[in-house]
């Protein structure tokens, strides 16, 4: 194995929408390290996860399946089926010295401390959210006490946690440690912070940097009401509102701020290769779980929605002089290519069974960026199975059934963290397909579901599900869907070693 394949700087924030980056096309973000990453590499523009929330979508980029093939498809599962290995434990028994810092959560957090697996790190620095819920154990959480604070205290008052005690900067030292290590031999480091994920509370000194007065708030139309109450048979985490009933744009301003935290880390990690002369020999990657529906058709957080500010996420990558720059590609991706290509990058060969595909051959201007894929597709498989039952009161719901994993202790918790009590019992089963014109959403088992026309109708308004002039597209798609369901999730048992 060659010893001149490039170290690996991947970054991945945590509910972090598309449309974030000023350089791509949101003028009201502050993003100077992103914008510069996007300047020196290129920027997929049409990224897609295969689930809205974490656990599906981290286990599919960590193995290069989709859930559903997986066999992990909810949040707080009690365990993880390793049935195949990690992409970090593939890229470390390929020589490979790899770190992680932060949340990984491809089980359970909730109530205990994450389960270590075999997966190949040699650096363990566990956060899994900016709380201090956990005994022991909780690598950032047991560092604010050491400097002396008390993360709950900060959390409630009106400064908030200071950004030197934050934990996407205490992400970056421990990045920076991991980076400055000696060694002889290349390195993956996989930075996961917390943030942009609910609740919205950066710095003090970071919201003062956003007038929510100055911002657009969520994409809404009136008709938004009426299209989520055709939906209310499907689980989500909250009602459809009008965004001024729960201040659309402070949100909107507070989520930027966060990202705007995010991107004063992240500088200081480019700064610090380019200090300490790696910078050359480093691949950089930024990508996000999933997204945030921010407001969006009255909205708020994640769940059993295919919208595209839920599913489309960030995906950058840059490597001086190899990767070509300046490169905006609107080709259809899924965080699944993510995977092949980091196994690409260390010089493993890519797994027969592998989902993903490199998109190195784009990256290198080998190959055009105009097409990756024909379609990408998304998963919603009985993910948050336990509910809160009962009242259906935000603060205090009568009875608690485990709730989603992000959150803990008490019941109040899960409002604060962006997890709301549902008033029924969840476990929905839902699909998406998007080709380049169309995308439909299929509700399996109830009477509903979407369909839009992206080329005309970006923002998701009008659905055609039940348009006349739209019913052979959609037959069409529905099979299409079906097709690929099938195709990527069935998992035909052990390998074929005779004809009978």
């Given at each position: 194995?060659?010893?001149?394949r ?8 945590d ?43 981290r ?6 399946l989709?859930p ?8 707080g ?32 957090a ?30 950032y ?83 938004d009401l ?6 209310q ?17 402070r ?117 055009s ?37 992000e959150?803990a ?65 959609k ?11 099938i ?12 004809p009978?």
């Amino acid at each position: 194995m060659s010893d001149d394949r490039p170290n690996i700087l991947w970054y991945c924030t945590d509910q972090q929408r598309f449309d974030t980056i000023a350089a791509l096309g949101n003028p009201h973000v502050s993003t100077a390290a992103l914008d510069r990453l996007a300047a020196q590499g290129t920027a997929f523009t049409h990224a897609y996860c295969q689930s809205p929330i974490c656990t599906p979508s981290r286990s599919s980029f960590m193995t290069g399946l989709y859930p559903s093939r997986l066999h992990n498809c909810r949040n707080g599962n009690e365990s993880f089926p390793q049935r195949y290995p990690l992409i970090s434990k593939l890229l470390a028994d390929a020589g490979y010295d790899c770190g992680m810092v932060g949340k990984f959560h491809l089980q359970s957090a909730g109530f205990r401390n994450e389960p270590r697996l075999d997966d190949g790190f040699c650096s363990w620095k566990f956060s899994h959210a900016p709380r201090d819920d956990w005994a022991e154990g909780h690598d950032y959480a047991d560092w604010v006490r050491e400097q002396g604070g008390d993360l709950d205290a900060l959390r409630q008052c009106e400064e908030r946690v200071p950004p030197e005690l934050h934990q996407t900067a205490w992400a970056t030292d421990r990045g920076i440690e991991f980076i400055d290590q000696p060694r002889g031999k290349p390195w993956m480091l996989a930075i996961n912070v917390y943030d942009p994920h609910p609740p919205f509370v950066p710095p003090k000194i970071y919201a003062d940097r956003f007038n929510p007065e100055s911002l657009p708030g969520p994409h809404f139309r009136e008709s938004d009401l009426a299209a989520q109450q055709k939906l209310q048979a499907v689980d989500f985490q909250t009602t459809a509102l009008r965004p001024q009933e729960f201040d659309g744009r402070r949100q909107q301003a507070l989520y930027y701020a966060m990202i705007a935290q995010i991107d004063d880390q992240f500088a200081r990690l480019l700064n610090h290769l380019e200090q300490i002369g790696q910078a050359n020999d480093t691949v950089v990657i930024f990508s996000s779980d999933h997204g945030e529906t921010l407001g969006d058709h009255g909205l708020q957080f994640k769940g059993c929605r295919f919208y595209e500010g839920l599913v489309r996420v960030p995906l950058l990558f840059s490597w001086p002089e190899k990767i070509s720059a300046d490169v905006q590609s609107d080709a259809l991706v899924e965080l699944l290519d993510l995977s092949a290509t980091l196994l690409d990058l260390g010089g493993v060969t890519i797994p027969e069974y592998f989902q993903g595909r490199s998109l190195l051959p784009i990256l290198c201007g080998e190959k055009s960026a105009d097409h990756h894929r024909d379609y990408v597709r998304c998963e919603y498989y009985d993910a948050l199975a336990a509910a809160f039952v009962g009242t259906g009161s935000p603060d205090v719901p009568a009875v608690s059934t485990a709730g989603e994993s992000e959150s803990a202790q008490s019941p109040r918790r899960f409002e604060q963290d962006g997890c709301l009590p549902f008033t029924q019992p969840s476990g929905s089963y839902a699909t998406m397909y998007r080709d380049r014109r169309f995308k439909i959403v299929v509700y399996h088992g109830h009477d509903c579901g979407e369909l839009f026309d992206l080329e005309q109708d970006p923002w998701e308004f009008e659905n055609l599900w039940d348009s006349a002039e739209h019913q052979s597209v959609k037959a069409a798609l529905l099979l299409r869907n079906f097709d690929a369901a099938i195709l990527t999730g069935i998992d035909v048992g052990s390998r074929r070693i005779a004809p009978m």
